[in-house]
């Protein structure tokens, strides 16, 4: 049972455009969502996060969008650099004090110059 | 400071032998949890220990053990190995646990043959 679900398993954008990565779940206990990076042989490196309570949570380049409703969540980043290319995973809690986080498949992202 | 130590990081085993990998957090983090990457399937997470208690355990057999001890370092060992146990095996840590933000370690890339 998959509670966490990346549907694109890759996507491609040019340089300086937006890259929406986009994430579903079905538990509505969950209650913090995160995303993280990964570049091949690293581990996976934290990007944003948002609680519950809010829809949208910015960093930089990075925003984070949250459709309660829906049970969608969404990472718009703008403008996408050469950098940015690597896999991103989605990840929910129930609560944000815990070490158990529900990842989804990830989505490998590709930034073309 | 120093990140998030896993040891060893790659290994060579056969069917029914047992592994032990170790993971040394960051300074001052007294949360590790462990999570398996296999293709396809994300991060799945393993268990998580806190002050060497288990505070929380995904759904992996018995075959799959862990421990902490009281400088926060952690170990986990999967007996009687099967092919299906190759994977990267990522440890995480964090202060408490919370907010969800966990460090990631470099992972133990292990192969079973």
């Known amino acids: 049972d998959q509670q966490v679900k990346q549907n694109s398993p890759s996507l491609s954008v040019q340089e300086g455009r937006i890259s929406i990565l986009n994430c579903d779940y079905t538990n509505s206990m969950f209650d913090y969502f995160l995303w993280y990076k990964k570049y091949p042989a690293e581990g996976p490196t934290f990007l944003i996060s948002?609680?519950?309570?809010?829809d949208k949570n910015e960093d930089g380049r990075f925003t984070v969008f949250l459709n309660k409703s829906a049970k969608h969540l969404s990472l718009h980043i703008v403008p996408s650099q050469p950098g940015d290319s690597a896999v991103y995973f989605c990840?929910?809690?129930?609560?944000?004090?815990?070490?158990?986080?529900?990842f989804g498949q990830g989505t490998t992202l590709q930034v073309k110059p | 400071k120093a990140g998030v130590t896993q040891t060893p990081r790659y290994l060579i085993k056969t069917r029914g032998q047992q592994v032990t990998l170790s993971c040394s957090p960051i300074s001052g983090h007294r949360s590790v949890s462990w999570y398996q990457q296999t293709p396809g399937q994300g991060l799945q997470f393993l268990f998580e220990y806190f002050s060497e208690t288990q505070r929380n355990k995904g759904n992996f057999p018995g075959r799959f053990s862990g421990r902490q001890f009281s400088n926060s370092r952690s170990e986990m060992n999967v007996s009687t190995l099967e092919l299906g146990d190759s994977a990267l095996y990522l440890c995480?840590?964090?202060?408490?646990?919370?907010?969800?933000?966990?460090?990631f370690g470099e992972g133990s890339r292990l192969t079973v043959l």
């Open positions: 948002i609680s519950s309570i809010k």
């Open positions: 995480a840590s964090s202060v408490t646990g919370g907010t969800g933000e966990l460090f």
């Open positions: 990840a929910a809690t129930p609560t944000s004090n815990t070490g158990k986080l529900i």
